[in-house]
């Protein structure tokens, strides 16, 4: 491990030496994020995914700097012109902006204006002007010859060379950069009405903000604007107070050469300096505002599959549709297929196919003894909730309806692996068995789709999608390890998220169940094909497997640990068999951590996370999140009076507020300011997708269909 680019990792984060070095050291033996966030806590001082994460891709960009940075010493250094300072400057640079900066004087360039001025030898008048001497332009007519037969090109061939001279000042340029970035402004202005007729951009046709106060949102919204061609961008400077600054830097004194300076700066600043340092600002603003984006998608989407599962329901999942009728799909309490069906239940249906709907859809649910409704959120949504609403009030038991989000319910319908679960399927048809199956178990069947898709994100559009989809598989891995896999029923899609398994390896096992049945144990996945030792390791401990004999294999206690965990059980009386009982949840819960850790030769937070398993094995960490609204009536915009107070589900965290489903056709918005009583930088303090919320509605534009709620009352 290179010394330099470690000690630059360690001067990036708070985290000790020690934890750095591990986390390095670790990963290079080709240890995964979740394993070592898991069963490595004891080297790491308890690091979760993220920190871990966080030293590894801190440690891959100084890595990225320190070879820019030999790159650079090599290429001045080839031109002879590296003296000990300037490589004491570029070792110790902390920013790439700074280390292109040291570089700029002795980069390779194409013919400029400047260089074929020094060619033609007016370097030597550059130095006059610069010295601020008198008679400048006598002394500029003894430069006058057959390539440069004017004083007038003369002396423009100066300025060149001096405004060139001045742009690859280093100091100047950062004084500049930091003017910009903190005094300069950003500012819109309409430039095509006709590209934008629902008038999205509204706010920003006249638009003029601080660029440092500019919130991450706002900067996406513009950069997409301008990109549709709605509106013209651009940044604002102060130039009389930076013109002042580098006049006050190269002009001491009156004399001849002062207005041949003053066009050298203005030269500097507008075709070179101030181009290259909004393209910069924009780059940073933009860097920022899509790190934000993508934290945000990252965060929704963790809480999106890490929703409650319903389990224990057979569920109908409702696809609605206008014209082509609404897709149905039964599965029963595993998920299983049974049965698939089309029924027209909303208009231009006509009012007898509508009836039919109903009796038939009454039918389906006495036959299977249907105990949930999943509708999805689409087209035609709210009709349909109305129409099963109606028919729900038919049925003697209690059946409820929950309204699900579909978003990507389409895009695994159309995928290679739904046509290979479904080959008999419409596409159509696929998709109400996701909308049923996502509340069952959304993990399982929203790692089946690509993320982008789910639709819990803010501006993914507009942000850099490599990435994003990173950042995004990051997440999915992430929560799939912490909630852990079912050996016998994970599909391949959510296996290969597995830590240490990987698409082959996963597909590898659900053949192996195919051919041989339900595997028994954790030991037994030895025989999968292509799963070799390193792999177990890394899988081992997030596999479960219920049908074993040995409980600890329905536990997150990692198989390297079970002769531990034996011989904790040995030393507190208990068997095996009698794990989950409620004198053994208690007994467990005297155990005195320190002494039995000592004793046991074992770390004290690997000893607890042993006792924390054994105490509830089988335990699903998303058991104790929010659960779905259940409901069995229907709400409309025009129920709706303001001062009203609602349960509702939150579907969408963005930078600005938070978007709850309450019920009616769109989802109502709760403002960041109306999220608490305290400030708040961002609604994710407050709310997380899924999260069940009461709220009060606070306006209703019924033209619009916009609803404004507040989490802090009705005031």
Known sequence: MNSEIFMATQRQLDFKKSQIEKVLSLTEEGNTIPF???????????????????IIDTFEKQRSLYERKQTIINAIEAQEKLTPELRKQIEQAEKLQDVEDLYLPYKRKKKTKASIAKENGLLPLAVYILKQNNQVLDYAKSFVNENINSVEKVLDGAIDILAESFAEDVKLRRWTRHEAENHSLFESELKKAD??????????YQFSELASKLPNHRILALNRGEKLGVLKVKLVHD???????????FITKASDATSYLEKAIEHALKKSILPAIDREIR????????ISAIDVFADNLKHLLLQSPLRGQVVLGFDPAYRTGAKLAIVDETGKLLKVEVIYPVKPAKSHEIEQAGERLISLIEKY????????????????????????KKIKRKVYYVITNEAGASVYSASENARREFPQLTVEKRSAISIARRIQDPLAELVKIDPK?????????????????????????TVVNQVGVNLNTASAELLEH????????????????????????RTEVKKVPRLGPKAFEQSAGFLRVLESRNPFDNTAIHPESYEVANRLLARIGIEKAALGEKRVIEQLETVNIAEMATELSIGETTLRDIVDNL????????ENLSRPVLKSDVLSIEDLVVGQALEGTVRNVTDFGAFVDIGVKHDGLVHISKLANKFIKHPSEVVSVGDVIKVWVINVDHDKEKVGLSMIGSA
Do not use: W
């Not at 130039?239 to 830097?249: C, D, H």
């Not at 096992?509 to 049945?517: F, K, L, T």
């Open 283 to 290: 780059a940073m603003l933009t860097e920022r505002a899509e």
């Open 453 to 477: 898709s789910i639709g819990v994100g803010q501006y993914q559009h507009d942000v850099a999608q490599k990435k994003l989809t990173e950042s995004l598989d990051f997440t999915v891995e």
């Open 369 to 392: 003894q249907v105990t949930m409704i999943s509708i999805g959120n689409g087209t035609a949504s709210r009709e349909s909730e109305h129409f099963v609403a109606a028919q729900l």
């Open 615 to 622: 105490q509830k094995p089988g335990r699903d960490i998303r």
């Open 36 to 54: 070592i966030a898991r069963y490595r806590k004891e080297m790491t001082g308890n690091l979760d995914e993220i920190e871990i994460k966080k």
């Open 195 to 204: 590209h934008d007729e629902k008038r999205v951009f509204e706010m920003y």
């Open 498 to 521: 597995v830590a240490g398994l990987n698409k082959v390896i996963a597909e590898n096992i659900v053949a192996y169940r195919e051919a041989n049945g339900l595997i028994q144990s």
């Open 239 to 249: 130039m009389n107070k930076i013109q002042r600054f580098y006049q006050a830097r």
